[in-house]
């Protein structure tokens, strides 16, 4: 009988067995001491292989042991062989190990401290301490250890305080507050190693290892490769200068840039560190442009350009879609000498439909910097009697005299055994989806001298004898209220 489509494609049901129930019963009692016997065998013959292991003398020279049936405690190291190149290195290596781990174990037993967040699998503060501190011997305080310690003393501490710091990279979650104290001690030691300590620092440097503190700040550093920067720039000297100039040829980073930077041009500053340090910011900026960067935020490099950097190349960043349009302005503004006016001038009067939004930042940074910068206030006087100043931005001008104050970072952050600080007063921070621009305003009352704050009404009282226009009147009046209620 042919089986049509639709029942082909329905899958056959399973046939009872024959011999009806009692005959499956039969065969579930067979499956179940089937399955017994093949337990007993196996366990039979684990427990022989393991007696076959633990048996006789090995070729490690283990000695004869008889396996009990719970689970063996693991055996004593074996002993090293008499001769050979392996047992030579054994034998060198084993004291120093020895007087480790008997140091190690002795800061763990003193301190009491418990495990980090994150669970077994992290590394305690006091583990950490004891492979950076407690490492030399048992009993011995830092600040004894360097009693009569030569150069060998001095750079094999180093190497051990960079051991303990390796391990906080192995703490899930983030830093505490504790193990930021850890953190804060052992970079102070490093520093107090002085020029012992560069070669500790170059090999760390070298490996591309590091260690996020965030949400802390250590040093006001969010690394351990930005803090070491920061200990071979105290260092100083020409083979601290060496390992920084090495360290920006091979880093992109942006925050780690812009440390080399500052380090770098206060411990050697010259004309050939300063192409260097430009065209490392130049290649990242490139890179970020190709989004080969992560998404890591840039600031760091503008402020580079703007604190050495060339007014022209630096706007030249400003130009297509304008992706980083905001940290141009302000880097332009706060150019030393004033060299970024002009340039900044440029993009306050762009009125590009694609540009309004920067221009009129433009506009308010160039206020916010006439105060104390002669050619920005020269400019914006300039424009103003001559009528170039389109009255949308008059607000804006007048938050510049007298409102927030814009500046790269987030305004504040977290020391490392602070405590979580309270944010500024009136502090704001700000987020443009375009270029992962980032920046944070605060009231100009809340950082403001007394000579700053007079130059400030001084210069609105030569914006009322420039202009009588009613949008900039407006404005101007308020900046005026506003610097009237600042005290100082």
Request: with cysteine; glycine share 14%; proline share 6%.
């Amino acid at each position: 009988m042919k089986r049509s489509r639709q029942q082909a494609r329905q899958p056959a049901r399973l046939a009872r067995p024959r011999g009806g129930r009692r005959h499956a019963e039969s065969k579930a009692w067979i499956g179940v001491v089937f399955c017994t016997v093949v337990l007993v065998v196996g366990y039979v013959g684990l427990t022989r292989l393991e007696q076959a292991r633990w048996s006789g003398t090995s070729r490690a020279g283990r000695t004869n042991a008889t396996p009990p049936l719970v689970t063996p405690s693991p055996p004593s190291l074996p002993e090293p062989s008499a001769s050979g190149p392996v047992a030579e290195v054994i034998q060198a290596v084993a004291p120093a190990a020895a007087a480790a781990v008997t140091g190690a174990a002795s800061s763990l037993a003193g301190s009491g401290a418990g495990p980090l967040p994150g669970g077994s699998e992290g590394v305690t503060v006091a583990e950490a301490r004891a492979i950076g501190e407690g490492a030399i011997g048992e009993g011995v305080p830092a600040s004894g250890m360097r009693e009569g310690a030569g150069t060998e003393g001095a750079r094999g501490r180093a190497a051990r305080l960079l051991a303990g710091l390796r391990q906080l990279g192995f703490v899930a979650g983030p830093l505490s507050l504790e193990q930021a104290g850890v953190v804060e001690a052992s970079l102070k030691q490093l520093k107090a190693e002085g020029a012992e300590a560069i070669p500790a620092v170059a090999e760390f440097l070298a490996g591309f290892e590091d260690v996020s503190f965030k949400p802390q700040l250590v040093n006001g550093c969010p690394t351990l490769r930005t803090a070491l920067m920061g200990v071979l720039g105290e260092a100083g000297g020409a083979e601290a200068s060496a390992v920084l100039r090495q360290a920006l040829e091979s880093t992109a980073d942006p925050v780690e840039i812009g440390v080399l930077a500052e380090r770098l041009m206060k411990s050697a500053p010259g004309e050939e560190d300063l192409d260097e340090i430009l065209g490392a910011a130049r290649d990242a900026l490139e890179l970020a442009r190709q989004d080969k960067l992560g998404g890591r935020d840039v600031a760091p490099l503008f402020e580079v350009l703007g604190r050495y950097g060339d007014p022209a190349v630096l706007g030249g960043w400003a130009g297509g879609d304008g992706q980083w349009g905001h940290y141009v302005v302000m880097a332009l503004a706060g150019m030393p000498d004033g060299q970024g006016i002009p340039a900044l001038l440029r993009l306050a009067q762009d009125a590009g439909s694609a540009q309004v939004a920067r221009g009129s930042f433009a506009w308010q940074m160039l206020a916010q910097v006439a105060s104390r910068c002669v050619e920005a206030r020269a400019a914006l006087v300039r424009e103003a009697r001559a009528g170039a100043v389109p009255e949308a931005v008059w607000t804006q001008i007048a938050t510049g005299l007298a409102g927030d104050q814009y500046g790269f970072g987030d305004g504040g952050g977290l020391e490392g055994g602070a405590g979580p600080a309270a944010p500024p007063v009136g502090l704001k921070r700000y987020h443009i989806y375009a270029g992962n621009q980032n920046f944070f305003s605060r009231p100009l009352s809340e950082n403001v001298s007394k000579e700053d704050l007079a130059r400030r009404r001084d210069l609105v009282d030569e914006l009322f004898r420039a202009t009588r226009e009613p949008a900039a009147v407006a404005a101007l009046e308020t900046a005026r209220a506003r610097l009237g209620e600042v005290t100082r």
